[in-house]
């Protein structure tokens, strides 16, 4: 399996971004898709996820700001409003598929976010 992230970019505080995350290859069970966002010198944390069902989940820092979307079974979206210096870092797409009760976790090579101040 792999995921290809794109859409990161340099934006001014205040501004917007649109990430993109396909998945390819053997994707059958593939259930959860998620963002992460890493800033410089911490650690990854995750921004947002959706299930196949469309169920989502936010970290409290990007609610009311950010949205996921899953625009078919084997990609999703990230929609970033109102950014802040803080938003920075890169970001991460992450599927998690299941077969036969066994869970398989994969991470895409990442999309570097800056937002000037």
């Known amino acids: 399996v792999q995921l290809q992230a794109s859409g990161g970019g340099l934006v001014q505080a205040g501004g917007s971004l649109r990430l993109s995350c396909v998945a390819s290859?053997?994707?059958?069970?593939?259930?959860?898709m998620g963002w992460y966002h890493q800033a410089p010198g911490k650690q990854r944390e995750l921004v947002a996820t959706?299930?196949?069902?469309?169920?989502t989940n936010y970290a409290d820092s990007v609610k009311g700001r950010f949205t996921i979307s899953r625009d078919n079974p084997n990609a999703m979206s990230l929609q970033m409003n109102n950014l802040e210096p803080e938003d920075t870092g890169v970001y991460f797409c992450?599927?998690?598929?299941?077969?036969?009760?066994?869970?398989?976790?994969?991470w895409g090579q990442g999309t570097l976010v800056t937002v000037s101040s």
């Open positions: 290859g053997s994707v059958f069970g593939l259930y959860t």
């Open positions: 959706i299930t196949r069902g469309s169920s």
């Open positions: 992450n599927g998690l598929i299941v077969r036969d009760s066994v869970k398989y976790e994969y």
